[in-house]
């Protein structure tokens, strides 16, 4: 963070305590996969349980369902009992709940990080969940903290995801329903780029800011009879004395 100040328009860094967290070596899960550095890209699977996934287990039973109901509409078309409208109604139905199958099964979770934002997509395969995009703006840190649901449940697999801790105190998801170690991971990558382009961008400010007049140095330009530079013409007119 930085701030500007008011009476000789410098610009200082600033920060604010952070807590103390625990550290520990984070290593990376074989089946994750970094794409890219500079912007990071990460990509891994999330299906860890298929048969404690509840999207996993509602697709499937309505794709035995409808795939059911296509053939016994199928077969009753065939004897001219049903109108043709009727199997291919189903067979849409059934289509939809297994390709929603086969996003679960085989997409992957990416993650690409900006100097902007964290965005957030299930890829390769189209689907009807958008890509969630988290602002950088005001977060301070990024978190691994196990579900409400895994720990009432007291699943034997754990269940994490990964917070976006802003300094107001607010929180945003960014990927949900990982074991451990991809949290922990996926997390530690996330703040190690974080505070990396927090430091870069206060460098950048530090060092603009050593090129620039302050309202000190006109004054005393202005008074040694020194022209002040071109581009600080705006701040000359505030102090030019007549």
Known sequence: MVALCDACSSVFEVSRPRPKAKRRKVTRPPSLRILAEEPLR?????????????????????????????????????????????????????????????????????????????????????????????????????NAEETAASLREGFDTPRYHVWALSIDGGRRLVCGDLTEDYAAYVAAQLNLRLTTDEAASSSRLSDSQSDDFTIEDLEDAVDSGIEPRADDEGTDQKIHRT
């Open 42 to 142: 990460l990509a891994f699977r999330t299906n860890f349980r298929l048969d404690k996934n509840e999207s996993f287990q509602g697709s499937a039973i309505l794709s035995g369902i409808f795939t059911f109901l296509t053939l016994l509409m199928t077969g009753l078309f065939l004897d001219g009992e049903v109108p043709i409208f009727l199997p291919l109604t189903f067979l849409v139905f059934a289509t939809a709940a297994i390709y929603s199958l086969l996003t679960i099964i085989y997409n992957q979770t990416h993650i690409r990080l900006s100097e902007e934002s964290v965005r957030v997509a299930r890829r390769p395969l189209p689907s009807l969940t958008q890509e969630r995009q988290i602002r950088l703006a005001g977060v301070e840190t990024f």
